[in-house]
């Protein structure tokens, strides 16, 4: 029978906690390590949601990427969401885990994903952990060969599920060399640049780092927070799969079925 912390371990191994940055708040956050574990429910998100879903597949471990406990608790008010979360988990009596800018910055994570989704090679970290150079925040690489702006656009639609595409600062004649880095990581586009990135590939890009791109001229791509983070639940059920199989542990992964909570007003709506 397997337990949680044979899971910690897997995920120790593959996704250090020593890559988290100082401010997040990973590993074991709601039950015991000793706790046995039958099947394990993958999610993006710690929501309401994906413990009904848990419940339904009979899985006593969640992992998710986002936090359940992010901020420090002053109280736990069931009636509120965040804290709901963390109750239904207690009372169900499932154990949840968060794998957040650990599995950001290891290999074959978040920003691999990405770099892997798009056919980069010979790929780098934008911001390398200083104890591991090899891990770190972002990935930079080239293509096989070099693209057009619309080129290379198609290539996006057709690696990543966008629901939405921003763009800001001037497309470059040839794309050649292209950084990425899932969820809000707007902050390293003068890295990008910096790095030789013909353009970047990111989610949340505020406004005044759209006017910067539009200055400084790199070409600046927002695909949404969600859909340039969840292709990699993907890879991390895999990654699991085979772990627990190499093993010996016959648990179950489940990978949860979430949607972006953002969706576009349709177009006729603006129109009026």
Same mark, same amino acid.
């Given at each position: 029978?397997?337990?949680?912390?044979?899971?910690?371990d897997?995920?120790?191994?593959?996704?250090?906690?020593?890559l988290?940055?100082?401010w997040?708040?990973?590993? %074991?956050?709601?039950?015991?390590?000793?706790s046995?574990?039958?099947?394990?429910?993958?999610?993006?998100?710690?929501?309401l949601?994906?413990?009904?879903?848990?419940?339904?597949?009979?899985?006593?471990?969640i992992?998710?990427?986002?936090?359940?406990?992010?901020?420090?608790?002053?109280?736990?008010?069931?009636?509120?969401?965040g804290?709901?979360?963390?109750?239904?988990? %207690?009372?169900?009596?499932?154990?949840?885990?968060?794998?957040?800018?650990?599995?950001?910055?290891?290999?074959?994570?978040?920003?691999?994903?990405l770099?892997?989704?798009?056919g980069?090679?010979?790929?780098?970290?934008?911001?390398?952990?200083?104890?591991?150079?090899?891990?770190?925040?972002?990935?930079?690489?080239?293509?096989p060969?070099?693209?057009?702006?619309?080129?290379?656009?198609?290539?996006?639609?057709?690696?990543l599920?966008?629901?939405?595409?921003?763009?800001?600062?001037?497309?470059?004649?040839?794309v050649?060399?292209?950084?990425?880095?899932?969820?809000?990581?707007?902050?390293?586009?003068?890295?990008?640049?910096?790095?030789?990135?013909?353009?970047?590939?990111?989610?949340?890009?505020k406004?005044?780092?759209?006017?910067?791109?539009?200055?400084?001229?790199l070409?600046?791509?927002?695909?949404?927070?969600?859909?340039?983070?969840?292709?990699?639940?993907?890879?991390?059920?895999?990654?699991?799969?085979e772990?627990?199989?190499q093993?010996?542990?016959?648990v179950?992964i489940h990978?949860?079925?979430?949607?972006?909570?953002?969706?576009?007003?349709?177009?006729?709506?603006?129109?009026?």
């Amino acid at each position: 029978m397997a337990n949680v912390q044979q899971f910690l371990d897997i995920l120790e191994d593959s996704a250090p906690s020593a890559l988290a940055a100082g401010w997040d708040n990973v590993g %074991l956050l709601v039950g015991s390590p000793h706790s046995n574990v039958n099947a394990v429910l993958l999610g993006l998100d710690p929501t309401l949601a994906l413990i009904t879903e848990a419940k339904v597949l009979a899985a006593d471990l969640i992992i998710t990427h986002h936090p359940a406990i992010f901020h420090p608790l002053k109280c736990l008010r069931t009636d509120q969401p965040g804290s709901a979360f963390l109750a239904a988990a %207690l009372r169900a009596g499932i154990s949840v885990i968060s794998c957040h800018t650990n599995f950001d910055a290891a290999p074959g994570g978040v920003s691999d994903t990405l770099a892997d989704a798009l056919g980069l090679m010979a790929t780098a970290p934008l911001a390398a952990d200083k104890a591991d150079p090899c891990c770190g925040t972002g990935r930079i690489g080239s293509l096989p060969e070099p693209l057009s702006a619309e080129d290379f656009l198609a290539k996006l639609r057709a690696a990543l599920p966008l629901p939405w595409l921003l763009e800001a600062g001037p497309r470059p004649e040839a794309v050649a060399r292209a950084a990425v880095c899932g969820g809000s990581c707007a902050d390293l586009a003068e890295t990008a640049l910096a790095v030789g990135a013909d353009v970047f590939i990111t989610a949340e890009v505020k406004h005044h780092t759209a006017r910067w791109a539009e200055e400084a001229g790199l070409w600046l791509l927002d695909g949404g927070h969600f859909a340039t983070e969840n292709p990699s639940m993907s890879r991390l059920r895999q990654q699991l799969a085979e772990r627990t199989r190499q093993a010996g542990l016959n648990v179950r992964i489940h990978l949860a079925a979430q949607e972006s909570p953002l969706r576009l007003v349709p177009q006729n709506f603006l129109k009026e």
